[in-house]
């Protein structure tokens, strides 16, 4: 093994972690050209979390004047309670939501109060959902295949559906691959065979019109929001069993009126969505930037959100492409999952049958409102200078 953190070549994340403490950041480095090296981190990690917006700071700071608890009855809670339906109204006038809209801490906890409450006997789960999902459907293998564009296997949902009433889980926008459903067909099955639809729009609400479901999932760290803040949506309170507590009885705990005021700003303020059109243009010009030398772009002929990006260099393994990148200056996240210090493989990606030197070497790009050419142009150089790299080892 060389000194250049560039040029370890396993699967172990936990090795090439170990060259790079052990050697120290300016040894470990040197596998990196000089040039290719940021002077200025790139964050391209959106997916996992972007950014608060300065609206959404802004709109935090002076929600945090009503300090008090939007549950009392005195004059202190009542102004923290219209401050906390203020932006009730807000998030559902910009999610164009007619119906219910119950906060919570985020996507997950929303996923969690639907799978467990929802007034059906079954549950059906795509092979390429969030974990989350499984977890809170409790549900061993999938039900639902995918085909090899990550798409659902609408035959296979058609003959789930024959069992029986159930809820569906299917994410709108994969978190991976940025695959996205067709989720009006989906919804018009689930629909007709009387049973219902949870959609896990995490990933596209403030970028992508929601579609049409029984309940949505969405949170607000994805949007410009504050972390810690989402909402379950819910078309008809009636097929959801309550718990008592707070927000009209389906969820247990203080509000948080600060958080709620800062997610509503984010998606009133529609950063994601009008980045959309030139967002486009920055993963069409990623896309051929990684095809041209040698990189493989994965569900490229699928319908895909703009600001996610899923690429690979065949013969480099994830982890060590994302040490390269952090080392360069620029960040980005695995299409693997991270278990208990382990890479695994990409349960989205062995679903939809990617070839395993595809799927070992896949990496996530995510893009924000304000990532501008010069970011998607310094990834391409990194990733270009670690396959001539590779090619002339």
Known sequence: MTSGIGLVRTGDWKVGLA??????????????????????????DHAATTPVLPEARAAIVAAMEQWANPSSPHAEGRAARRSLEASRRIVAEALDWPH????????????????????????????????????????????????????????ALEQALASGPALVAVQHVNNETGVTQPISEIA??????????LADCAQSAGKLPLPS?????VSAHKFGGPPGIGALLVRDPATLEPSGGQERGYRRGTQDAPAAAGMAAALACGAFRNAMPRLTELRNRLDE????????????????IPNIGAVALPGSASASLLVQFD????????????????????????AMGVD???????????????TSVDDVDAFLAVFRDIAERRQAA
């Open 19 to 44: 060259v790079y403490i052990g050697l120290g950041r300016q040894q470990a480095i040197g596998g990196i050209s000089a040039r290719t090296r940021v002077k200025r981190r790139v964050y391209l």
């Open 100 to 155: 219910d809209v119950i906060f919570t801490s985020g996507a997950s906890e929303a996923v969690a109060i639907a799978a467990g409450r929802a007034k059906l006997p079954g549950r059906l789960v795509g092979a390429t959902e969030h974990d989350i999902v499984p977890y809170a459907m409790g549900s061993g293998e999938p039900d639902l295949p995918v085909t090899g564009d990550g798409l659902l296997d609408m035959v």
């Open 188 to 197: 018009e099955l689930v629909t007709g065979a009387g049973s219902l639809l």
């Open 213 to 217: 479901a029984d309940f949505i999932a």
């Open 289 to 304: 930037g990684v095809r041209s030398v040698g990189g493989a772009v994965i569900a490229q002929d699928s319908p895909r």
């Open 327 to 350: 080392l360069a200056g620029l960040a980005v996240s695995a299409g693997a999952a991270c278990s208990s210090g382990t890479m695994k493989e990409s349960r989205v990606l062995l």
């Open 356 to 370: 395993p030197a595809i799927a070992s070497s896949a990496i996530r790009v995510s893009f924000g409102p304000h």
